[in-house]
């Protein structure tokens, strides 16, 4: 390896969660504040919760249930028979 152009390595660098909980690590930087860690993250936690402020799921929804009626809904297409000239 070459010297000096590599970043200083430190073995037990401390990543601080907004949630309170703190790892050791080894990184290139001392200290390193994270806003979500596996300990309050919503997917490993079990809370995950569905935060559909724009009403986007449930246009979805409605969408969804609609084409379905209409797809019941619809008439079969009739058989084209050759026309005779």
């Known amino acids: ?3 000096e152009i590599h970043p ?16 050791n690590v080894g990184s290139t930087v001392p ?3 994270v806003e979500i860690c596996s300990h309050c993250h919503p997917f ?9 402020t724009a009403r986007r799921v449930d246009r979805f929804k409605k969408m969804s249930l609609k084409s379905e009626e209409m797809k019941k809904a619809k008439k079969p297409k ?8």
Do not use: F
């Open 1 to 3: 390896m070459k010297k």
């Open 8 to 23: 200083q390595y430190h073995k037990n660098a401390k990543i601080t969660c907004a949630c309170g909980a703190s790892y």
């Open 31 to 33: 200290e390193i504040e």
């Open 44 to 52: 490993y936690s079990g809370k995950q919760k569905l935060v559909d």
């Open 78 to 85: 009739a058989v084209r028979t050759k026309k005779e000239k």
